[in-house]
């Protein structure tokens, strides 16, 4: 089976505006490593989620595989094209809300449809029937500012499914919620992805949401980030909520733990060793 996305020796480099650090080499430089000779492997319709303690680059390599940025060096393929920039089959939906605060909750799913020239009526069942899977239904002439802040991320889910993208990329896309939506969110999402099946990738802090979410969890190491292990989850599908008070739950969340913890430790020895840090 082809791979969906194939990240190939990925590695990203930021030049620091104003200071400098000392690399591994005991030099000054104006360079910061931020990923380090990443190889994945995403298979279509998987579930992947990656983990990783914070500045370890789980953003970046999510911009990277949507084309947002570029590698310094290595290449990315979705599809077995080479990714150039962002792409029509690729979906993104960020942290923040990202709505156009100008726009109704329908109007905003509707924006990727209108922009590819997709008829008004057509458009218009399009993100109702949205509105109703994500049970917004009374919400569709609201503006973002009327909406709560886990609506407002309902409607972002929407509107980047509404062009049935083949590759969903979701970057902590319920870590500003409180922890009941939060659930209530991931369980609307594995639904639709138990329908639909798209090739989603899913950067989290959570270990609980990585667990319930995933096929497979990529942990990353501290900054400069590599892939330091995939761990398969084993759990079935579909997943209700009360899989996660299962002993099998508790065993796939250790599993993870157990590998993520020294690299959580890790950078945090680093912050505590960096200029100006101070508890």
């Not at 789980?58 to 590698?71: A, H, Y």
């Not at 218009?124 to 407002?152: C, E, H, N, W």
Request: glycine share 8%; aromatic share 8%.
């Amino acid at each position: 089976m082809a791979e969906k996305v194939s990240v190939e020796n990925v590695n990203k480099k930021f030049r620091l505006k104003k200071s400098q650090q000392i690399n591994d080499n005991g030099n000054l430089t104006n360079e910061i490593l931020v990923l380090d000779n990443v190889d994945l492997k995403v298979k279509p319709g998987e579930f992947l989620v990656v983990v990783g303690p914070s500045g370890c680059g789980k953003s970046v390599l999510l911009d990277i595989i949507g084309g947002l940025t570029k590698p310094t060096t290595g290449k990315v393929f979705h599809d077995n094209l080479e990714v150039v920039g962002p792409n029509l089959k690729t979906g993104y939906v960020f942290q923040q809300y990202a709505l156009f605060p100008w726009r109704t909750a329908l109007s905003n799913i509707e924006f990727g449809l209108e922009t590819r020239g997709v008829p008004e009526e057509e458009r218009t069942k399009i993100g109702k029937d949205l509105l109703s899977v994500f049970g917004l239904s009374g919400f569709a002439d609201r503006f973002p500012y009327q909406l709560s802040g886990g609506m407002q991320q309902r409607v972002a889910i929407a509107r980047s499914l509404a062009t049935d993208p083949d590759l969903l990329l979701m970057d902590e896309p319920f870590a500003a919620l409180d922890a009941q939506t939060r659930e209530i969110l991931q369980n609307q999402l594995l639904k639709i992805w138990d329908q639909k099946r798209t090739t989603v990738i899913f950067v989290t802090h959570g270990l609980e949401e990585a667990v319930f979410l995933a096929d497979r969890v990529v942990v990353m190491t501290a900054r400069p980030g590599k892939i330091k292990q995939i761990i398969e989850i084993d759990l079935p599908r579909p997943r209700g909520e009360d899989i996660r008070a299962s002993v099998e739950f508790a065993i796939n969340k250790e599993k993870v733990w157990t590998v993520l913890k020294e690299e959580v430790n890790k950078a945090q020895k680093d912050w505590e060793l960096a200029p100006g840090f101070s508890r």
